[in-house]
């Protein structure tokens, strides 16, 4: 594909690119923020874009956190929006539970493997669950647990999915219970297979890394929720109404954001260089995605005049 194009600091084609965009998807960590440092000049070329009539909307993997959380945290960050700004992995897998899937009654329970931001938009969209925080699966395994799932006397007959994402709690209890619903034939969802987490220097497990004893010991993999899967795009288009062709998805990883918004076929991606990857990584022949745009930072786009 074309070399992307250098939206260098000094404003050359600036105009002309958010000129092209409606709507702009952001990524938040390693793009808005790294950890809890906002970087320089990110809430003034934000509230740029939206002066300029321009939707902002930020979509994030994180399954841990509620849309209602990220409005928190993007607010100590200086950076105001409202839960309709928000896009999650947890949100997007409720929406698909909730208006995709339409399971029949009697079938629609979810068995929830993650924190309370999952339970929270689980509860948004109406879909009813077990598993999550429930502190009765925070323990160790018994025999009478073994002798209870193997005949099926512990598993709740409504269950018809297994939803797994990010859960600090996560245990043999919770990973057993879930294979004995998959074996019973419950639909297998992750909120994203994200593999570490991006802040500390990737040292800690994502929510990719928890499903692997699912995804091994069934024998079948997930479907995911969370970028770049092309089932949350459709979840993006069907709530905000998108217009692909004007919309660009501003990321700093190739294999989750830029992959996200070419396969979506979006009218633009837009690389930043102040997160994971630089641009080493798609100017190697058998790169994962290339974007279409790339700026050293986010707040090169405020010189538009
Ligand atoms: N999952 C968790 C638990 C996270 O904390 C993060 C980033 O903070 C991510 C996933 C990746 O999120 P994003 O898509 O915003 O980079
Ligand atoms: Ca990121």
Not at 79 to 86: H, N, Q
Not at 119 to 147: C, H, K, N, W
Not at 173 to 179: Q, V
Not at 226 to 255: H, I, W, Y
Request: proline share 4%.
């Amino acid at each position: 594909s074309a070399e992307p194009k250098y939206l260098t600091g000094n404003g050359q084609g600036i105009k002309e690119f958010i000129d092209k965009f409606d709507t702009f998807l952001f990524d938040c960590d390693g793009v808005l923020w790294s950890g809890d440092h906002v970087y320089e000049g990110v809430p003034e070329t934000l509230e740029l874009l939206r002066s300029k009539g321009k939707r902002t909307v930020f979509v994030t993997n994180n399954s841990t956190k509620s849309r209602q959380d990220y409005v928190k945290k993007l607010a100590n960050m200086g950076i105001e929006c409202t839960p309709d700004d928000v896009f999650g992995s947890s949100y997007s897998a409720s929406i698909y539970i909730s208006r995709i899937l339409k399971l029949p009654e009697g079938k629609n329970k979810v068995f929830a493997i993650g924190e309370a931001g999952m339970e929270q938009e689980l509860a948004s969209e109406g879909v009813p669950f077990i598993g999550g925080t429930d502190p009765a699966m925070r323990r160790d395994v018994t025999p009478e647990d073994f002798a209870g799932l193997a005949d099926g006397s512990l598993l709740d007959p409504e269950v018809g999915v297994v939803l797994c994402g990010l859960d600090f709690h996560i245990n043999y209890l919770k990973l057993i219970h879930g294979l004995h619903y998959l074996r019973k034939g419950a639909l297998f969802l992750a909120t994203n297979l994200d593999s570490t987490l991006p802040m500390h220097k990737d040292l800690f497990l994502g929510a990719g890394s928890i499903v692997i004893p699912l995804t091994n010991a069934i024998g079948r993999e997930p479907l995911a929720l969370g970028k770049p899967s092309q089932a949350m795009m459709d979840a993006v288009e069907g709530k905000f109404q998108l217009d692909r062709a004007r919309t660009c998805m501003v990321g700093d990883r190739l294999n989750t954001d830029i992959k996200f918004g070419v396969e979506g076929k979006l009218g633009g991606t837009l690389h930043v260089l102040t997160g994971v990857n630089s641009k080493e990584d798609w100017q190697k022949k058998d790169a994962i995605a290339v974007p279409s745009f790339y700026a050293d930072k986010l707040s090169d786009l405020r010189d538009c005049a």
